[in-house]
């Protein structure tokens, strides 16, 4: 049954379901030589070190009404990132009532609440193949919460805060709540796929696979950028520089190493 604002179920105590999204985000560049690809490491590491990865956290904090108790973060050698935020939550009182419909959240909006025994990670990964050529950056931000709040109401600024080729999203609501009467609460939203929570136009961006548990309230998205243009992953030169032939060349090798990551598996 699908319950409104005004008719919210009233529970024993705290709602202490443990909601998690996990967002991962794969860009994807050709490097032709040992130069190029140390240069898109360096690119990497100043576009996504510790101190702009913590901002962005900070944002999907407000988003979903955290309060930040602690933050730590650390850049790497020789490359990479981590942060961390604990945040803490309190009683939700004047929930506004979009928080609990099947939205794509706002880029940028602060809801008053806060929340408790929760936390926001992110860890990056560069990594390039060992014949040079395709280099991928990978980042994996967790968002974990207690309570009413969804932490997919960050997803629509999450996906907007990094560039993306493929993305693979997990939510799972774990864990279960009472409500007065003792009887177990293992869910207390209704969702049918996390595209219910991705914006129309970026879901005309991708191709997308839903894989969904609903008896186990799992649910999985994976996206692939549909439209390809060469120049996207080139780095420090454009495709007029390049042959006809070496064009066709990278441009499958790009959409091969694409196709490996969304399907999760090796293609020969």
Do not use: W
């Not at 602060?110 to 991928?136: A, C, F, R």
């Amino acid at each position: 049954m699908k319950l409104t604002h005004e008719q919210r179920i009233e529970l024993h105590g705290f709602n202490n379901l443990t909601k998690s999204l996990s967002f991962n985000m794969y860009d994807i560049c050709y490097t032709k030589t040992r130069e190029e690809r140390e240069a898109y490491l360096q690119y990497i590491d100043e576009q996504y070190s510790a101190e702009r990865l913590t901002k962005i956290l900070k944002n999907v904090a407000d988003i979903i009404g955290a309060h930040v108790l602690n933050i730590a973060s650390q850049d790497f050698e020789p490359a990479g990132a981590s942060v961390t935020l604990l945040v803490s939550e309190g009683p939700v009182k004047n929930a506004p009532k979009d928080i609990f419909e099947e939205s794509p959240g706002p880029l940028m909006e602060s809801v008053v609440m806060q929340l408790d025994k929760s936390h926001i990670t992110v860890h990056t990964y560069p990594e390039y193949h060992p014949d040079e050529g395709i280099s991928t950056f990978r980042a994996d931000i967790d968002v974990s919460t207690c309570g009413e709040i969804s932490p997919l109401k960050a997803l629509h600024y999450l996906i907007r805060s990094f560039e993306t080729d493929v993305m693979t999203i997990d939510y799972r609501v774990r864990g279960f709540t009472r409500d007065k009467d003792g009887n177990k609460l293992f869910i207390d939203h209704e969702i049918s796929s996390i595209q219910n929570y991705i914006p129309d136009d970026v879901i005309e961006m991708f191709d997308m696979i839903d894989v969904n548990v609903y008896q186990e309230n799992i649910f999985h998205t994976k996206c692939k950028l549909r439209e390809f243009d060469l120049n996207n992953y080139l780095f420090g030169y454009t495709i007029d520089k390049l042959p006809p032939e070496e064009r066709i060349e990278i441009t499958e090798r790009i959409k091969f190493e694409m196709d490996e990551i969304f399907y999760g598996k090796n293609i020969i």
